[in-house]
């Protein structure tokens, strides 16, 4: 706004006493002060309000004036309120013309906060008004091309103009882009990102309007969000697992409608975004459609290996080595009510993996390669070869040691000593891709997306997860995808909306447990473990809890006793009497064994 514009308004009480060539300058803010030097908090442009508190004689205006002059404000205006009837000092006012700096007196009547209200009114208005220009160009640009920045573009203008900090987020929680400014270069902790993710999710399975705003507890308080969704139009199970969301600190349910329009159209950019990338995945999906069909048709490994020769370039640019790889089969399934059309599970579940393998923030599935066929999805996950170790147990050439932060981190991800994240900080991300050597395992993958999946699924879908063992070449990937697709079997017999397993359940009890039926399951635990219950519940003791810890500790007494914070006599009391009630010796394998399967069948 212009300071002449200040004029035109009765209600702010102004009135000139200075500077009337000047009132063509731009003010971009206010300010009150009554410091003797307030340079520090002027950045230029600033109309400043002020008591006078700081003159104490005629010569403090001329310092006063000069540093203001100096910081580039818009002008200066006097409060008459202190002064008692006798007006702006001529000394001030001389002051200001020396410097050609426009003042003002300020009624006695109107308050310094109507000013404020009104100056910042406008400026936001106005400024409000260029952003949307500067949206709508970006938006031609990316029509008619890829535009250079992505979305950080957009949100960085409306953190510097409008004092907005937002971020487009996943369904899973990933990050995609960030308002520069901020924390951790913007930055959002994984565990808020989940929970909007969750919350947005939940909103839209609930048929709530748009924008959702939510509240969050923060250290000494709360903070407000507003979830704009990032896309739709079509049926919400189709999109719900995939499309992004615009979160925006603060309450949307505050703002005026112009507002409101701004940042509609600014998810509108970012859809435009979403649907450039999703074109840039075409190469990708037509790689792995490709393998996957030669692998179930049968096909020669020297054909299957020649089209991965044509992916490995593709998925893991720079890499010399054949890498090792890995399949991933999920499938997404909706109750659907008799005589309505059913939802094709196959292409959702292929945009749900693309997010949830995402390895980066920026790049996202990059690295991998989602096919699907029928109502299942199927992804290629390409880990980085490892490097055979000579006899000796050195690494050979171009292998990590072990005493490096690379060698330490594959070899924790190799014992299985931690989920592994890369850059992202996204689930199953290793290394800085999406897998590292030790490749993807089942409940790192789901630890930080089973939440918002959940909301995301409600009481009508369910997804289920299987993943293969790594695989060395192009014999194996066959194999890879039946043991994926078992794995996933597996995953599909537990409860739950959001259920996963992977290959190194294959080989153990696990694998047998959910194709139990259920009134075996029952009658077999029954057998077991109701003895146990009724007399916990009479005499309000512990004997399963005790029992499922004695098994834990592999039958060691002092283990136990110590876990359970009891004197080892008494751990012997409790296990003789479990004996007792159930007629078994939990001395013996087959009875520990027995015990064991019972309390997994719960």
């Not at 700096?101 to 209200?117: G, K, N, Q």
Request: charged share 25%; with cysteine.
């Amino acid at each position: 706004m212009r300071l002449r514009a200040l004029l035109d308004s009765e209600a702010l009480g102004l009135r000139l006493l200075g500077g009337a060539d000047e009132l063509d300058r731009t003010v971009r803010g206010v300010m009150t002060t009554d410091l003797t030097d307030p340079s520090r908090y002027l950045s230029g442009g600033e109309l400043v309000l002020t008591g006078l508190a700081w003159r104490h004689g005629p010569q403090d205006s001329e310092p006063f004036v000069r540093i203001l002059a100096a910081a580039g404000v818009a002008g200066l205006a006097a409060g008459e309120a202190e002064l008692s009837g006798a007006g702006v000092p001529e000394d001030l006012v001389r002051a200001c013309a020396r410097h050609r700096l426009p003042l003002f007196a300020v009624d006695e009547d109107v308050a310094f906060a109507t000013i404020t209200e009104h100056v910042v009114r406008q400026v936001s208005g106005e400024r409000a008004g260029d952003l949307a220009a500067v949206v709508e160009r970006h938006r031609r640009l990316m029509s008619s091309g890829p535009a250079g920045g992505g979305p950080e573009v957009v949100l960085d203008l409306l953190g510097s103009d409008l004092d907005l900090r937002a971020w487009v987020l996943s369904p899973t929680g990933r990050q995609i882009a960030g308002t520069a400014a901020g924390a951790a270069g913007g930055r959002l902790p994984a565990q808020l990102r989940a929970q909007l993710a969750g919350e947005h999710l939940g909103a839209l399975r609930g048929g709530r309007p748009g924008p959702h705003r939510v509240t969050l507890p923060v250290a000494g308080g709360s903070v407000t969000y507003s979830l704009f969704p990032v896309g739709g139009g079509r049926d919400l199970r189709e999109t719900v697992l995939s499309d992004w969301l615009l979160a925006v600190e603060a309450d949307a349910g505050e703002w005026p409608p112009e507002r409101l329009d701004l940042v509609h159209g600014v998810t509108q950019l970012i859809a435009m975004e979403r649907e450039r990338r999703d074109a840039a995945r075409s190469v990708r999906r037509r790689l792995a459609q490709e393998v996957l069909e030669l692998v179930q048709a049968g096909a020669q490994p020297a054909e299957i290996a020649a089209r991965l020769r044509v992916a490995v370039p593709v998925l893991l640019p720079g890499t010399g080595a054949a890498p090792q790889w890995q399949v991933v089969v999920a499938r997404v399934e909706w109750e659907v009510p008799y005589g309505q059309p059913g939802i094709a599970g196959g292409p959702v579940a292929q945009a749900m993996l693309e997010e949830m393998l995402a390895g980066g923030d920026r790049d996202p599935a990059e690295r991998i390669a989602v096919a699907h066929t029928g109502d299942e999805a199927v992804a290629l996950v390409p880990l980085p070869a490892v490097p055979a170790r000579a006899a000796d147990g050195a690494p050979e050439a171009g292998g990590a040691d072990p005493g490096t932060a690379g060698g330490r981190a594959r070899k924790g991800a190799a014992e299985g000593t931690g989920t592994g994240r890369g850059r992202s900080g996204g689930p199953g991300a290793v290394g800085g891709g999406v897998a590292g050597a030790a490749g993807l395992r089942a409940a790192a993958l789901l630890a930080a997306v089973r939440e918002p999946l959940a909301r995301a699924l409600a009481d009508d879908g369910r997804l289920t997860l299987g993943i293969s063992a790594a695989v060395h070449s192009s014999e194996g990937l066959r194999g890879a995808l039946e043991e994926a697709r078992h794995a996933r079997r597996v995953a599909a017999a537990r409860p739950g909306s959001v259920c996963a397993a992977g290959h190194e359940e294959l080989a153990s009890h696990v694998l047998l447990l959910p194709f139990v039926p259920d009134d075996v399951r029952r009658a077999f635990t029954a057998r077991l473990l109701d003895p146990l219950r009724a007399y916990d519940h009479r005499h309000r003791a512990e004997l399963v809890t005790t029992l499922e810890a004695f098994l834990d500790c592999d039958g060691s007494w002092t283990r136990c006793a110590a876990r359970l914070h009891l004197h080892v006599n008494t751990l012997r009391y409790r296990v003789g009497r479990i004996e007792q009630l159930t007629g078994r010796d939990l001395a013996r394998l087959e009875d520990k064994l027995d015990f064991f399967l019972a309390l997994r069948m719960r």
